[in-house]
């Protein structure tokens, strides 16, 4: 299991994951999207109640990731009001460049309070139009859990 990006002291997870990323596989490849800032920036909501709202200064605000299906994986995501900052992983892997990334498939969030056992990527597909919840990726959008942009 890949574990996400957390806290910017632990920006080495980066060349982790991005030197996996080929490894994984042309299965997820073709369907993942290469988003900028202002495509992510926004309200996104899952269909169990699970909300992420990411701001252009980087940080994001979350509520309801302890639903059913990141409880199977994650017992220990925060359902109530969590906040912290959010990154495009870098292609190349570079973590001294990671916040600076413009763009980019893969986001990372670091919680401010950092909870036991909640790691998960997010990827970027269907053209940009839902972000899904990544914890491994050789089984990319496992679990189910998909955002998609709250009107």
Do not use: H, N
């Not at 969590?82 to 001294?96: I, L, P, Q, R």
């Not at 056992?117 to 940009?128: M, S």
């Amino acid at each position: 299991m890949v574990k996400s990006l957390r806290r910017p002291d632990r920006r080495p997870s980066v060349l982790l994951l991005a030197a996996l990323l080929p490894v994984a596989g042309c299965a997820f490849m073709d369907d993942t999207a290469r988003v900028s800032m202002g495509q992510v920036v926004g309200t996104w909501k899952a269909a169990d109640g699970e909300e992420l709202s990411f701001a252009a200064d980087r940080t994001f605000i979350s509520t309801g990731l302890d639903s059913r299906k990141l409880a199977e994986e994650y017992v220990l995501c925060p359902g109530e009001r969590a906040t912290g900052t959010w990154s495009f992983v870098a292609a190349d892997g570079s973590a001294s460049t990671a916040d600076k990334v413009p763009s980019g498939s893969q986001i990372a969030l670091y919680f401010d309070e950092e909870p036991q056992d909640c790691a998960f990527e997010l990827l970027a597909i269907d053209g940009g139009k839902t972000l899904c919840v990544t914890v491994d990726l050789d089984d990319p959008c496992t679990p189910d859990v998909r955002f998609t942009r709250r009107k």
